[in-house]
């Protein structure tokens, strides 16, 4: 069976074209490396990789795009709506085909240690990789920051590395780790009052009492609220649950759902579970769709 792995890195750069095409030129430079999709957002200021192929190469093509992003990208310097630390901020890598959650947790592991080493940028491994159990969500490694952390990765025990020195330059720090596939998804809501964004993210998100396997901030983006999102099990909470109940909670304030938005690319199975909902498909099959037919 031919082994596939998916690495979908995050940089700190959604405004210049010409730094974004180097870093994924970077990326597409390795052979065997495909890059399937590239979205870049001015307001957050960031941009969402996704690549593809064999273990070795995705190991190697993610070192090149981290390298390259520190060279270019001055965390000093940077302003966006979106939570980061690093100029490379995240690094996932995700098991597809013939390849185990504990191969890619080697892989995460293997190029931290090497991306410390070689380029001196502390590493923080998260999700499945994670070292120690508080660092498993991305959330809390990122807490403070580029600016927080900078101070923090000096003074607190806590806040040390698992690897590279305990200290950031420009380059800031990054998060590698491994995970199963992810659905970063966003809601715009017709107003510009970020408050009302902010307080139905509170709503639907885990961690404050929401919905499982949802992660949720509330942003001004393009002059509209946004409830951005990353939906860490869509089988166990599936997008069409996520959005009603946005839905219901933008209500409450007077407000509606103008637009989804996908940030990279999403399973067909998520989609079709979108559909039998809203079209209420009672003992639709996958199979009946003429592409997964033909695929066979």
Do not use: W
């Not at 210049?16 to 870049?40: F, T």
């Not at 273990?55 to 993610?62: G, I, K, Q, S």
């Not at 000096?154 to 380059?171: Q, V």
């Not at 949720?216 to 909470?237: H, I, K, P, W």
Request: glycine share 8%; hydrophobic share 40%; aromatic share 6%.
């Amino acid at each position: 069976m031919k082994r596939v792995v998916e690495c979908v890195p995050n940089f700190s750069e959604g405004r210049r074209r010409g730094i974004i095409d180097q870093v994924v030129g970077a990326l597409a430079s390795v052979e065997g490396v495909r890059v399937l999709d590239v979205q870049s957002d001015a307001d957050h200021n960031r941009s969402v990789v996704t690549m593809v192929g064999e273990p070795e190469a995705v190991e190697d093509a993610a070192f090149r795009g981290i390298e390259r992003a520190a060279r270019l990208i001055d965390m000093d310097q940077h302003r966006g709506e979106h939570p980061r630390m690093g100029a490379t901020d995240v690094v996932p890598f995700v098991p597809i085909a013939g390849v185990t959650m504990a191969g890619c947790v080697e892989m995460a592991r293997r190029l931290g240690e090497r991306v410390g080493r070689e380029l001196s940028i502390p590493i923080y491994l998260y999700e499945e990789a994670a070292t120690r159990p508080e660092r498993r969500n991305l959330a809390d490694v990122r807490r403070g920051e580029y600016e927080g952390l900078k101070v923090e990765i000096e003074t607190d025990p806590h806040r040390t590395p698992d690897f590279g020195p305990a200290r950031m330059g420009k380059a800031g720090a990054t998060a590698i780790g491994a995970r199963s596939p992810l659905i970063a998804f966003n809601v715009y809501l017709d107003t510009d009052d970020v408050a009302i964004a902010k307080a139905i993210a509170r709503a639907v998100r885990h961690s404050s009492g929401g919905l499982r396997y949802v992660k949720a901030l509330g942003l001004l983006v393009e002059g509209r609220a946004q409830v951005s999102m990353n939906l860490t099990d869509y089988r166990q909470t599936p997008i069409h649950r996520v959005v009603e109940m946005i839905r219901k909670e933008a209500a409450r304030y007077g407000v509606a759902i103008v637009s989804g938005e996908m940030v990279g690319l999403i399973p067909n199975e998520a989609l079709v579970d979108v559909a039998r909902f809203y079209l209420q498909l009672d003992g639709f099959s996958p199979d009946q769709i003429l592409e997964n037919r033909l695929a066979e």
